[in-house]
């Protein structure tokens, strides 16, 4: 299907859902992935520039701008991952379809997000993050310990 076609698709579907109502939505079968595809943007965008339109939605976390091996040139499509899920609702009905420097971005879910296998290329470190992402780890474990030894202080 065409993509221009298939961002209209989504964008009649969400306004048919937000008319209709309905306890189910279209975005729950992606529950379970926090990535989405985004194309159609100006091939002068970096990762920053990606970040910054897509923070406003939620706290990114990885980002896999596809490149031109030979010459290291974006290809105008990305993989975005968000911290929390509930991100990427906000982002495919919000960011779908608008336009950037004249080019009119599709912004879709990824079901099932693979990265790349050119890992061979890339140093230890770069590879922990680009598997990782770079987001700051939760520290529960360290949180509660605090906890309980106040609690243990006053006894």
Known sequence: MNPLTNMKNVLKLSEHELQHGG????????RDSAWIFVAGFPYSLTEGDLVCVFSQYG?????????????GKSKGFCFLCYEDQRSTVLAVDNLNGIKIIDR??????????KPPKENEKM???????????????????HIKTEKTNEKNKFR
């Open 23 to 30: 306890k189910k939505s279209w975005h729950d079968m992606y």
């Open 59 to 71: 706290e990114v976390v990885n980002i896999n701008l596809v490149r031109d091996s030979k010459t």
């Open 104 to 113: 009119t971005l599709r912004v879709d879910h990824v079901a099932d997000y």
């Open 123 to 141: 140093d230890e470190e770069t590879l922990r993050l680009y598997m990782e992402g770079c987001a700051p780890k939760p520290q529960l474990q």
